[in-house]
T-cell receptor, first 112, second 116 residues
Framework: GNSVTQMEGPVTLSEEAFLTINCTYTATGYPSLFWYVQYPGEGLQLLLKATKADDKGSNKGFEATYRKETTSFHLEKGSVQVSDSAVYFCAHTSGGSYIPTFGRGTSLIVHP | EAEVAQSPRYKITEKSQAVAFWCDPISGHATLYWYRQILGQGPELLVQFQDESVVDDSQLPKDRFSAERLKGVDSTLKIQPAELGDSAMYLC??????????????FGSGTQLSVL
Protein backbone atom coordinates (compact mmCIF):
# COMPACT_ATOMS: atom_id res chain seq x y z
CA GLY A 1 0.00 0.00 0.00
CA ASN A 2 0.93 3.67 0.04
CA SER A 3 2.96 4.84 3.02
CA VAL A 4 5.60 7.29 4.19
CA THR A 5 8.38 6.43 6.63
CA GLN A 6 10.33 9.12 8.47
CA MET A 7 13.26 8.90 10.80
CA GLU A 8 12.46 8.85 14.51
CA GLY A 9 12.85 12.03 16.46
CA PRO A 10 13.57 14.16 18.21
CA VAL A 11 16.52 15.44 16.25
CA THR A 12 18.52 17.78 18.47
CA LEU A 13 21.09 20.12 16.90
CA SER A 14 23.09 23.18 17.74
CA GLU A 15 22.50 26.37 15.79
CA GLU A 16 24.28 26.43 12.40
CA ALA A 17 24.56 22.64 12.26
CA PHE A 18 23.67 20.66 9.12
CA LEU A 19 20.26 19.01 9.10
CA THR A 20 19.06 15.85 7.40
CA ILE A 21 15.66 14.28 8.04
CA ASN A 22 15.19 11.04 6.14
CA CYS A 23 11.97 10.14 4.35
CA THR A 24 11.18 7.13 2.20
CA TYR A 25 7.91 6.22 0.57
CA THR A 26 6.00 3.41 -1.04
CA ALA A 27 3.48 4.37 -3.67
CA THR A 28 1.83 3.28 -6.88
CA GLY A 29 2.50 5.20 -10.03
CA TYR A 30 4.36 8.49 -9.89
CA PRO A 31 3.71 10.25 -6.61
CA SER A 32 4.14 13.90 -5.80
CA LEU A 33 6.18 14.47 -2.66
CA PHE A 34 5.88 17.14 0.02
CA TRP A 35 7.39 18.39 3.25
CA TYR A 36 5.08 20.14 5.69
CA VAL A 37 6.21 21.95 8.85
CA GLN A 38 4.24 22.45 12.07
CA TYR A 39 5.51 25.16 14.40
CA PRO A 40 4.43 24.99 18.06
CA GLY A 41 0.77 25.88 18.47
CA GLU A 42 0.15 26.23 14.75
CA GLY A 43 -1.29 24.17 11.90
CA LEU A 44 0.75 22.43 9.23
CA GLN A 45 2.25 24.57 6.48
CA LEU A 46 3.58 23.41 3.13
CA LEU A 47 7.37 23.84 3.17
CA LEU A 48 8.32 22.48 -0.24
CA LYS A 49 7.29 19.96 -2.87
CA ALA A 50 8.53 18.01 -5.90
CA THR A 51 6.30 16.52 -8.54
CA LYS A 52 8.61 14.33 -10.63
CA ALA A 53 11.81 12.35 -10.39
CA ASP A 54 15.01 14.36 -9.88
CA ASP A 55 13.06 17.53 -9.07
CA LYS A 56 14.44 19.54 -6.18
CA GLY A 57 12.05 21.43 -3.95
CA SER A 58 13.43 24.32 -1.93
CA ASN A 59 12.20 26.99 0.45
CA LYS A 60 13.62 28.99 3.39
CA GLY A 61 17.03 27.30 2.98
CA PHE A 62 15.53 23.80 3.08
CA GLU A 63 15.93 21.42 0.15
CA ALA A 64 14.71 17.95 -0.80
CA THR A 65 15.36 15.98 -3.99
CA TYR A 66 12.91 13.44 -5.41
CA ARG A 67 14.94 10.22 -5.79
CA LYS A 68 12.90 7.62 -7.59
CA GLU A 69 15.66 5.00 -7.58
CA THR A 70 15.81 5.03 -3.77
CA THR A 71 12.16 6.11 -3.23
CA SER A 72 13.41 8.87 -0.96
CA PHE A 73 12.80 12.58 -0.36
CA HIS A 74 15.24 13.55 2.40
CA LEU A 75 14.99 17.05 3.86
CA GLU A 76 18.23 19.02 4.26
CA LYS A 77 19.37 22.42 5.46
CA GLY A 78 22.93 23.62 5.58
CA SER A 79 22.69 25.77 8.71
CA VAL A 80 19.73 25.48 11.06
CA GLN A 81 18.42 28.26 13.29
CA VAL A 82 16.59 28.14 16.61
CA SER A 83 13.48 29.32 14.75
CA ASP A 84 13.54 26.10 12.69
CA SER A 85 12.48 24.14 15.78
CA ALA A 86 9.25 22.43 14.73
CA VAL A 87 7.80 19.10 13.64
CA TYR A 88 8.45 18.16 10.00
CA PHE A 89 6.10 15.87 8.08
CA CYS A 90 6.90 14.09 4.85
CA ALA A 91 3.88 13.35 2.66
CA HIS A 92 2.88 12.12 -0.78
CA THR A 93 -0.09 11.92 -3.09
CA SER A 94 -0.33 8.99 -5.47
CA GLY A 95 -2.53 6.40 -7.12
CA GLY A 96 -4.88 9.02 -8.48
CA SER A 97 -5.68 10.36 -5.02
CA TYR A 98 -5.16 14.05 -4.38
CA ILE A 99 -5.19 13.57 -0.65
CA PRO A 100 -1.77 13.59 1.03
CA THR A 101 -0.63 10.61 3.08
CA PHE A 102 1.54 11.85 5.93
CA GLY A 103 4.45 10.30 7.80
CA ARG A 104 4.60 10.29 11.60
CA GLY A 105 6.53 13.54 11.78
CA THR A 106 10.04 14.25 13.04
CA SER A 107 10.57 16.76 15.81
CA LEU A 108 13.54 19.10 15.37
CA ILE A 109 14.98 20.95 18.36
CA VAL A 110 17.67 23.54 17.69
CA HIS A 111 19.68 24.89 20.63
CA PRO A 112 21.44 28.29 20.61
CA GLU B 1 -2.78 36.22 4.63
CA ALA B 2 -6.13 34.38 4.85
CA GLU B 3 -6.28 31.54 7.33
CA VAL B 4 -8.38 28.50 8.11
CA ALA B 5 -10.23 29.22 11.35
CA GLN B 6 -11.02 26.50 13.87
CA SER B 7 -12.76 26.55 17.24
CA PRO B 8 -12.53 25.77 20.02
CA ARG B 9 -8.75 25.65 20.41
CA TYR B 10 -9.02 23.17 23.28
CA LYS B 11 -11.84 20.92 24.43
CA ILE B 12 -11.99 18.72 27.50
CA THR B 13 -14.92 16.38 27.86
CA GLU B 14 -15.93 13.24 29.68
CA LYS B 15 -16.43 9.98 27.85
CA SER B 16 -19.94 9.39 26.53
CA GLN B 17 -20.51 13.13 26.10
CA ALA B 18 -21.05 14.83 22.75
CA VAL B 19 -18.50 17.24 21.29
CA ALA B 20 -18.48 19.43 18.20
CA PHE B 21 -15.72 21.23 16.34
CA TRP B 22 -16.13 24.05 13.86
CA CYS B 23 -14.05 25.03 10.85
CA ASP B 24 -14.22 28.02 8.51
CA PRO B 25 -12.01 27.49 5.44
CA ILE B 26 -10.31 30.17 3.40
CA SER B 27 -12.86 32.07 1.38
CA GLY B 28 -13.33 30.55 -2.05
CA HIS B 29 -11.81 27.18 -1.19
CA ALA B 30 -14.12 24.48 -2.52
CA THR B 31 -12.46 21.54 -0.81
CA LEU B 32 -12.43 20.99 2.94
CA TYR B 33 -10.73 18.22 4.88
CA TRP B 34 -10.96 17.00 8.46
CA TYR B 35 -7.87 15.19 9.76
CA ARG B 36 -7.19 13.51 13.09
CA GLN B 37 -3.65 13.65 14.49
CA ILE B 38 -2.91 11.32 17.38
CA LEU B 39 0.09 12.34 19.49
CA GLY B 40 3.31 11.19 17.86
CA GLN B 41 1.67 10.34 14.54
CA GLY B 42 0.95 12.09 11.28
CA PRO B 43 -2.49 13.44 10.37
CA GLU B 44 -4.99 10.89 9.06
CA LEU B 45 -7.88 11.90 6.85
CA LEU B 46 -11.36 11.51 8.34
CA VAL B 47 -13.52 13.16 5.70
CA GLN B 48 -13.22 15.28 2.57
CA PHE B 49 -15.85 17.65 1.17
CA GLN B 50 -16.11 19.17 -2.27
CA ASP B 51 -18.46 22.11 -1.75
CA GLU B 52 -21.32 20.63 0.31
CA SER B 53 -20.83 17.03 -0.86
CA VAL B 54 -18.82 14.33 0.85
CA VAL B 55 -16.09 13.04 -1.47
CA ASP B 56 -14.43 10.56 0.88
CA ASP B 57 -15.53 9.48 4.36
CA SER B 58 -14.17 5.95 4.21
CA GLN B 59 -12.03 6.48 7.34
CA LEU B 60 -14.73 8.21 9.38
CA PRO B 61 -16.07 6.03 12.23
CA LYS B 62 -19.67 6.60 11.30
CA ASP B 63 -21.13 4.96 14.38
CA ARG B 64 -20.02 7.96 16.45
CA PHE B 65 -18.61 10.59 14.10
CA SER B 66 -20.55 12.85 11.76
CA ALA B 67 -19.54 15.79 9.59
CA GLU B 68 -21.49 18.32 7.61
CA ARG B 69 -20.89 21.29 5.36
CA LEU B 70 -24.45 22.35 4.67
CA LYS B 71 -23.86 25.49 2.62
CA GLY B 72 -20.52 24.48 1.21
CA VAL B 73 -18.64 26.96 3.36
CA ASP B 74 -18.00 26.23 7.04
CA SER B 75 -18.12 22.74 8.49
CA THR B 76 -18.87 20.96 11.77
CA LEU B 77 -17.39 17.67 12.96
CA LYS B 78 -19.29 15.92 15.77
CA ILE B 79 -18.48 13.00 18.03
CA GLN B 80 -21.23 11.33 20.02
CA PRO B 81 -20.52 9.62 22.32
CA ALA B 82 -16.86 10.50 22.86
CA GLU B 83 -14.49 7.71 23.87
CA LEU B 84 -11.09 7.84 25.57
CA GLY B 85 -9.37 6.86 22.32
CA ASP B 86 -10.75 9.94 20.58
CA SER B 87 -8.26 12.16 22.40
CA ALA B 88 -6.27 13.79 19.61
CA MET B 89 -5.76 16.97 17.61
CA TYR B 90 -8.50 17.52 15.03
CA LEU B 91 -7.22 19.50 12.07
CA CYS B 92 -9.21 21.20 9.36
CA UNK B 93 -7.66 22.03 6.00
CA UNK B 94 -8.89 23.58 2.79
CA UNK B 95 -7.76 23.88 -0.81
CA UNK B 96 -9.01 25.66 -3.89
CA UNK B 97 -10.21 22.48 -5.59
CA UNK B 98 -9.69 18.75 -5.63
CA UNK B 99 -8.81 18.63 -9.30
CA UNK B 100 -5.11 19.30 -9.00
CA UNK B 101 -2.96 16.56 -7.55
CA UNK B 102 -0.44 19.12 -6.41
CA UNK B 103 -3.03 21.24 -4.75
CA UNK B 104 -1.68 23.03 -1.71
CA UNK B 105 -3.53 22.38 1.54
CA UNK B 106 -3.92 25.17 4.09
CA PHE B 107 -4.32 23.94 7.65
CA GLY B 108 -5.97 25.52 10.66
CA SER B 109 -4.36 25.44 14.11
CA GLY B 110 -6.54 22.55 15.18
CA THR B 111 -8.74 21.62 18.13
CA GLN B 112 -7.01 19.63 20.85
CA LEU B 113 -9.54 17.17 22.33
CA SER B 114 -9.00 15.47 25.67
CA VAL B 115 -11.51 12.82 26.72
CA LEU B 116 -11.45 11.97 30.43
Amino acid sequence: GNSVTQMEGPVTLSEEAFLTINCTYTATGYPSLFWYVQYPGEGLQLLLKATKADDKGSNKGFEATYRKETTSFHLEKGSVQVSDSAVYFCAHTSGGSYIPTFGRGTSLIVHP
Amino acid sequence: EAEVAQSPRYKITEKSQAVAFWCDPISGHATLYWYRQILGQGPELLVQFQDESVVDDSQLPKDRFSAERLKGVDSTLKIQPAELGDSAMYLCASSLSVKGENEKLFFGSGTQLSVL
